[in-house]
């Protein structure tokens, strides 16, 4: 059974980049078929789709966010990962490690991982 | 970006109760529409998917319906375990957008 774990800091100072890894078990993320994705949510702004990353690489970003998001894979370590850069207090959020399958959406979710943005 | 409505924000109901909600896409989106439930402090779970189609282990109670612009999510005779916030979400084969809920509670 798929299952995905995310990791990262739970506090992140202002201007200061945030890193989360999401660790896949049970399924390979080399798969030709899944793209894997962050969804972070808010109490201001609810579920918001962040970015999916495909395990070639290939990348699809948020327009608002795409200037400082950068995900990326290590298929070695069945691993894929969130860079967000300049943080601000309201990227304060539950971030979420997904599997997004094709016409079914994201049908595997990790855990969440809280994230506070404070100096 | 394609805006998503959902109605009522909030849903008083009994158990037993049939119970519907509605989504709107601000374009069409053919039949590219999910479902998710959220109890608290858990990740979102798929309920449905492609407008109509039952994720695998979802109680049948569970139905969608609608294409294009117009969506519901039904649930017949809710369940004590139902009672929580409810999502739609349009989507592409590698981005989409959700709505901002609906809180089904105890009446």
Redesign the interface.
């Known amino acids: 059974q798929l299952q995905l774990q995310g990791s990262g800091p739970g506090l992140v100072k202002p201007s200061e980049t945030l890193s989360l890894t999401c660790s896949v078990s049970g399924g390979s993320i080399n798969s030709n078929v899944h793209?894997w994705?962050w969804i972070r949510q808010s109490p201001g702004k609810?579920?918001?789709?962040i970015?999916?990353v495909?395990h070639t690489g290939s990348t699809?970003y948020?327009?608002s966010l795409k200037s400082r998001v950068t995900m990326s894979v290590d298929t070695s370590r069945n691993q894929f990962f969130l860079r967000l850069t300049s943080v601000r207090v309201d990227d304060t959020a539950i971030y979420?490690c997904t599997r997004?399958s094709?016409?079914?959406?994201?049908?595997n979710?990790?855990?969440?991982i809280q994230v506070t943005v404070s100096s | 970006?394609i805006q998503m409505t959902q109605s009522p924000s909030t849903l008083s109901a009994s158990l037993g109760d049939r119970v519907t909600i509605t989504c709107r896409a601000s374009q069409s989106i053919s039949t590219w529409l999910?479902w998710?439930q959220q109890r608290p402090g858990k990740?979102?779970?798929?309920l449905i998917?492609?407008a109509s189609?039952l994720?695998s282990g979802v109680p049948s109670r569970f139905s969608g319906s609608g294409s294009g612009t117009e969506f519901t999510l039904t649930i017949t005779s809710l369940q004590p375990d139902d009672f929580a916030t409810y999502?739609c979400?349009q989507?592409s084969?590698?981005?989409?957008?959700?709505g901002?809920?609906t809180k089904v509670e105890i009446k």
Request: hydrophobic share 30%; proline share 7%.
């Open positions: 793209y994705a609810g579920l918001e789709w970015g999916s495909y699809y948020k327009a979420y997004l094709p016409r079914v959406s994201l049908d979710w990790g855990q969440g | 970006d999910a998710y990740a979102p779970k798929l998917y492609k189609s994720e999502y979400q989507y084969a590698y981005s989409g957008t959700f901002p809920g």
